[in-house]
């Protein structure tokens, strides 16, 4: 059977999904034909900024991004689908997307009207399956992981038979709709090597401290042992309840065999894991993944939780060829941090967490958020100030989204679509207005917060009228920002 994904990102927001990844490897096993519409690399008309360039982590390498689509034509992302699908003819559109992306690409599909069936999976659809399901165009929907029932379903739509009992399976009949329970989870170790070969060769673009390596994204493990209140692991584990043991991780030899696999393949040298955290592993287990690794040499960027942090697991990162780290600090702030966000770290954990990284020279960026609830301006100065202690290489800021099903989303009940039903993009998150700032503010304290990191505090004068929106304040960011680059 011929299938297509359809996987919508970011214009330049480059890097591999690891869910269509292993999709589309499971598929092509099953003797199915695949292929993709990536919207990726489609330059459009109203092209919003790329996300390429703001990634302070990188120094400047001898070709960029840009330099790789600049030849390319300009074109309407509906036209290019249509012809991607007329020349294809796929029998079913694989969808995979995410909560905030949701109407836009329902939208899309409305428009381009295709006469195939349409499949939606993804994290938006097994926390909100009720409101994946409920668009005309959408047939069916995959309640949790893809893996089994896409290939099921395929066998099934091919051969004609009976497709209603198939477990992760969400569908419409008679106008009503079926919500099929998930199944067990699948074991890790039994699943091919992630399939890039749909993707476009540009995804493996990896520049890092002045130089383009090739790699993308890879993933061990599944879920995460933590509950954070702003995060869909929760509402995710209490879905899939019934389906086994939540958190877990692939053995250290499947990782090891898997990213041999693609080295050899596609030359890949540089790799972002995007687990929700690598030291939440075992010592002995990254002693194994260490042994492993440390032949294929590999450069790779990972995710850190700090307080899972200890000198011995860095050190064994380190060997098996970890340069850079993300750490969540989301608030400098530890009331919000315990109340609001259920993250239970001291800032003492926090701080050992960077220096042990950095000691290793790993280079460390934070993750943080701001517009949390009841999150006053003096709060995100502590965060600001909390990182500029922190003095890590690079910082990471989003004004918090209160996903469906995660309980901050309860506790301060907003929902993610207006009365109207519309729903409110990731790019206006600041209007639901969960802190006592206005939204207009948070956004001010978004735009400029790497500024008041960077810049010496008798420059926080100049910053704060570069918060604003108008002209002035637009001339100001802009000189600060030029400023700021010239800043070690
Ligand atoms: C790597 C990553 C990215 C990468 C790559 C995106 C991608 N599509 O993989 C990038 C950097 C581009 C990215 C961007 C964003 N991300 Co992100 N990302 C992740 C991360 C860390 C790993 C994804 C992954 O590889 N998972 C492993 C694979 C195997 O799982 P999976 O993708 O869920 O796929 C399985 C099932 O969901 C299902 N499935 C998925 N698609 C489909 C399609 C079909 C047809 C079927 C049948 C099944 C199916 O089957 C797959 C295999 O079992 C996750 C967290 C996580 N651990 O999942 C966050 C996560 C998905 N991201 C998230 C968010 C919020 C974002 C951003 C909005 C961040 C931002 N503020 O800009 C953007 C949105 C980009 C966009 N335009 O859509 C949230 C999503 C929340 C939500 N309710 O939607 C997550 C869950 C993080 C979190 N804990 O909050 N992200
Ligand atoms: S540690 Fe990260 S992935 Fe895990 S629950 Fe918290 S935010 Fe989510």
Same mark, same amino acid.
């Given at each position: 059977?011929?299938?297509?994904?359809?996987?919508?990102?970011?214009?330049?927001?480059?890097?591999?999904?690891?869910?269509?990844?292993?999709?589309?490897?499971?598929?092509?096993?099953?003797?199915?034909?695949?292929?993709?519409?990536?919207?990726?690399?489609?330059?459009?008309?109203?092209?919003?900024?790329?996300?390429?360039?703001? +990634?302070?982590?990188?120094?400047?390498?001898?070709?960029?991004?840009?330099?790789?689509?600049?030849?390319?034509?300009?074109?309407?992302?509906?036209?290019?689908?249509?012809?991607?699908?007329?020349?294809?003819?796929?029998?079913?559109?694989?969808?995979?997307?995410?909560?905030?992306?949701?109407?836009?690409?329902?939208?899309?599909?409305?428009?381009?009207?295709?006469?195939?069936?349409?499949?939606?999976?993804?994290?938006?659809?097994?926390?909100?399956?009720?409101?994946?399901?409920?668009?005309?165009?959408?047939?069916?929907?995959?309640?949790?992981?893809?893996?089994?029932?896409?290939? @099921?379903?395929?066998?099934?739509?091919?051969?004609?038979?009976?497709?209603?009992?198939?477990?992760?399976?969400?569908?419409?009949?008679?106008?009503?709709?079926?919500?099929?329970?998930?199944?067990?989870?699948?074991?890790?170790?039994?699943?091919?090597?992630?399939?890039?070969?749909?993707?476009?060769?540009?995804?493996?673009?990896?520049?890092?401290?002045?130089?383009?390596?090739?790699?993308?994204?890879?993933?061990?493990?599944?879920?995460?042992?933590?509950?954070?209140?702003?995060?869909?692991?929760?509402?995710?584990?209490?879905?899939?309840?019934?389906?086994?043991?939540?958190?877990?991780? +692939?053995?250290?030899?499947?990782?090891?065999?898997?990213?041999?696999?693609?080295?050899?393949?596609?030359?890949?040298?540089?790799?972002?894991?995007?687990?929700?955290?690598?030291?939440?592993?075992?010592?002995?287990?990254?002693?194994?993944?260490?042994?492993?690794?440390?032949?294929?040499?590999?450069?790779?960027?990972?995710?850190?939780?700090?307080?899972?942090?200890?000198?011995?697991?860095?050190?064994?990162?380190?060997?098996?060829?970890?340069?850079?780290?993300?750490?969540?600090?989301?608030?400098?702030?530890?009331?919000?941090?315990?109340?609001?966000?259920?993250?239970?770290?001291?800032?003492?954990?926090?701080?050992?967490?960077?220096?042990?990284?950095?000691?290793?020279?790993?280079?460390?960026?934070?993750?943080?958020?701001?517009?949390?609830?009841?999150?006053?301006?003096?709060?995100?100065?502590?965060?600001?100030?909390?990182?500029?202690?922190?003095?890590?290489?690079?910082?990471?800021?989003?004004?918090?989204?209160?996903?469906?099903?995660?309980?901050?989303?309860?506790?301060?009940?907003?929902?993610?679509?207006?009365?109207?039903?519309?729903?409110?993009?990731?790019?206006?998150?600041?209007?639901?207005?969960?802190?006592?700032?206005?939204? @207009?503010?948070?956004?001010?304290?978004?735009?400029?917060?790497?500024?008041?990191?960077?810049?010496?505090?008798?420059?926080?004068?100049?910053?704060?009228?570069?918060?604003?929106?108008?002209?002035?304040?637009?001339?100001?960011?802009?000189?600060?920002?030029?400023?700021?680059?010239?800043?070690?």
């Amino acid at each position: 059977m011929k299938i297509l994904f359809f996987h919508h990102n970011d214009y330049l927001s480059n890097g591999i999904p690891g869910g269509i990844a292993a999709l589309s490897a499971v598929l092509k096993q099953a003797g199915h034909e695949v292929d993709i519409f990536d919207t990726t690399f489609i330059k459009t008309e109203e092209q919003p900024e790329s996300s390429a360039g703001k +990634q302070g982590i990188y120094l400047p390498t001898e070709y960029t991004l840009e330099d790789l689509v600049k030849d390319d034509p300009v074109q309407n992302i509906e036209e290019a689908f249509l012809k991607k699908i007329n020349s294809f003819s796929p029998e079913l559109i694989a969808v995979s997307v995410m909560t905030g992306y949701y109407d836009e690409v329902i939208k899309i599909l409305e428009n381009v009207k295709p006469k195939a069936k349409i499949l939606v999976g993804g994290v938006h659809s097994t926390i909100s399956p009720e409101d994946a399901l409920r668009p005309e165009v959408v047939d069916f929907i995959c309640i949790g992981e893809g893996e089994a029932l896409l290939t @099921e379903l395929c066998d099934h739509l091919e051969r004609g038979k009976d497709y209603t009992k198939l477990l992760n399976l969400g569908y419409k009949k008679d106008g009503k709709m079926f919500l099929n329970e998930p199944r067990p989870f699948i074991n890790l170790d039994e699943l091919p090597v992630p399939d890039w070969s749909i993707f476009d060769k540009r995804h493996l673009f990896r520049p890092f401290m002045g130089r383009v390596y090739k790699g993308s994204f890879y993933v061990m493990s599944r879920g995460c042992p933590m509950s954070c209140s702003y995060c869909v692991n929760i509402s995710l584990s209490d879905k899939l309840k019934n389906c086994g043991k939540y958190f877990r991780f +692939q053995s250290a030899a499947t990782t090891v065999f898997q990213l041999r696999s693609l080295k050899e393949t596609y030359g890949a040298t540089w790799f972002k894991f995007a687990d929700d955290s690598l030291t939440y592993m075992s010592e002995a287990y990254l002693e194994e993944l260490a042994e492993g690794l440390k032949p294929l040499n590999i450069q790779f960027g990972c995710s850190i939780r700090p307080e899972s942090v200890n000198a011995r697991k860095i050190e064994l990162l380190k060997s098996m060829g970890c340069v850079a780290a993300s750490v969540g600090v989301e608030s400098g702030s530890m009331e919000l941090r315990k109340k609001v966000l259920n993250r239970h770290m001291t800032d003492q954990q926090i701080e050992n967490a960077v220096r042990t990284l950095r000691e290793a020279g790993i280079r460390v960026s934070t993750f943080n958020m701001i517009g949390l609830p009841g999150e006053t301006r003096e709060d995100v100065f502590k965060t600001i100030n909390f990182n500029r202690k922190l003095n890590a290489d690079a910082a990471n800021v989003y004004i918090i989204y209160p996903y469906p099903g995660t309980p901050i989303s309860e506790r301060y009940k907003v929902n993610f679509r207006d009365k109207e039903g519309n729903l409110i993009p990731v790019s206006e998150a600041s209007s639901f207005h969960l802190s006592m700032m206005p939204p @207009e503010e948070v956004e001010g304290l978004l735009k400029t917060f790497n500024l008041y990191l960077k810049l010496p505090e008798d420059m926080w004068m100049n910053i704060k009228k570069a918060e604003g929106s108008d002209e002035s304040a637009n001339s100001m960011f802009k000189k600060l920002k030029e400023y700021s680059l010239t800043v070690k």
